[in-house]
């Protein structure tokens, strides 16, 4: 695929968000207005700035990503717009800041690449640190940690001189600079770490010392967001860790560790977490908890249900029953205007950019590149595969976000960021 065909794939994926815009406005009782046009200008001057930035320093960048994530971020919008106009204004402002720090992160990158990167990659994973520590600052400071739905993730921003709190998830940052480390450090060890050196009864581990630093770093990550009661973001940088050192070694001993190790923290979470409990019970029995802690899990098992093949229409269905139907269950919201062919329009665009993702990374020839665009897609995967699981029930609900979909700027800056990512190693790759 040329450039001009992906130019002609962003102008069509913000043709869909001004579309819908426009449909949710007609079934409202409105005519056209100047929302339309502010969404169509938004895509255009977001997407195709970052077009622009990548043809300008990564040429020979894979031309499939952009379309992808602007496909995805035109859909969620849609369906943002259509349950909360005001949270879609907000969002619009987010997605022009996530462009211009994707544009930014390209045009940093523009002359050494990527592998400034693996040089510093203790002071991304320290900067990492410091994001997932910045919920617990205290609540007295103008900029502070805030709980919500039991978990301390949240800061947020009180300034005097503003008649609005801002907030956003340094998590979600903090994936992206955790991937980076991962990627960087096991480049120089995954021989060293492939190979046994060291027994414990039948089982065979590496060398303690290659080991060591990824858990340490892995052992204050899970502490600061087990304190935070953070379980989701516990489980995505947990499923990272895992699925990074099996990419690096090709040891099946580290995926039957970690299901093990998933299993034992879940039991234990659900025993010292009220809130974990209470989920465990609304995903294996949402109905016998309807008013309560299955309430959430019923309302979306209706929307998708009520959805049917093609769905009842933008504007026409109740996805504002569900609870944070803008950011855990979108898809839900998504099934239910937009039926069947909707779901599996989504669910093929993220396969699609994990086939991308994987690509690049079978492609590079430097295993730092390759471990790096295997991690950056396994971050946007597995995410995507912990929230919509909990949509759908094959596991209790986690609260993350769905990558591009849900409404949040943080989510949405990260994301952007490892599109920027993946677009330069592929450039790299080529060159």
């Not at 907000?90 to 211009?100: C, D, K, M, N, P």
């Not at 709190?165 to 992206?176: D, M, N, R, T």
């Not at 855990?328 to 093929?348: H, N, P, Q, R």
Request: with cysteine.
């Amino acid at each position: 695929m040329t450039r001009t065909v992906e130019a002609g794939f962003i102008v069509a994926a913000s043709l869909l968000a001004a579309i819908g815009v426009a449909i949710t406005e007609f079934t409202l009782g409105n005519w056209l207005d100047a929302q339309v046009l502010v969404t169509l200008a938004t895509f255009v001057a977001a997407f195709g700035g970052l077009h622009v930035a990548v043809r300008r320093w990564a040429p020979g960048g894979s031309p499939l990503i952009l379309p992808i994530a602007a496909f995805l971020t035109a859909i969620g919008f849609i369906e943002i717009y259509r349950i909360d106009p005001e949270l879609a204004s907000l969002q619009r402002w987010a997605l022009v800041v996530a462009a211009t720090a994707g544009i930014v992160v390209l045009w940093l990158l523009r002359d050494r690449g990527v592998a400034v990167l693996r040089r510093y990659r203790y002071v991304i994973l320290a900067v990492g640190v410091v994001f997932l520590l910045l919920p617990l600052l205290p609540n007295t400071w103008p900029i502070h940690g805030a709980t919500v739905n039991g978990s301390r993730l949240w800061v947020r921003f009180s300034l005097p001189s503003f008649d609005r709190v801002l907030s956003f998830q340094p998590g979600e940052i903090a994936k992206v600079c955790i991937a980076i480390f991962l990627a960087s450090y096991l480049a120089e060890r995954a021989e060293s770490m492939a190979v046994a050196e060291r027994t414990l009864g039948r089982i065979r581990l590496p060398e303690p010392r290659s080991l060591g630093p990824i858990l340490i770093a892995a052992g204050a990550a899970f502490a600061i967001l087990i304190y935070q009661r953070d379980l989701g973001a516990s489980l995505l940088l947990f499923g990272l860790f895992i699925l990074m050192l099996y990419i690096a070694t090709a040891r099946p001993f580290y995926l039957a560790a970690g299901g093990v190790l998933a299993i034992v923290g879940g039991f234990v979470a659900a025993n010292v977490f009220t809130h974990v409990g209470r989920r465990i019970e609304g995903w294996i029995d949402p109905f016998g908890h309807f008013a309560d802690s299955g309430y959430q899990a019923v309302q979306g098992l209706f929307a998708m249900g009520s959805g049917s093949l093609t769905g009842s229409g933008i504007g026409l269905g109740r996805p504002d029953l569900i609870p944070a139907a803008t950011t855990d269950f979108i898809f839900a919201a998504v099934a239910e205007e937009l039926g069947l062919a909707g779901s599996i329009a989504v669910l093929t665009a993220f396969a699609l950019f994990l086939a991308v993702g994987f690509g690049v990374a079978i492609r590079a020839r430097d295993r730092f590149r390759k471990f790096l665009a295997a991690g950056l897609t396994v971050v946007v995967g597995l995410q995507a595969f912990i929230i919509l699981a909990g949509v759908l029930r094959l596991m209790p609900i986690t609260g993350i976000t769905l990558p591009f979909m849900s409404y949040g700027g943080s989510s949405l800056l990260a994301n952007v960021a490892i599109v920027a990512l993946l677009v330069r190693v592929s450039h790299e790759e080529r060159s």
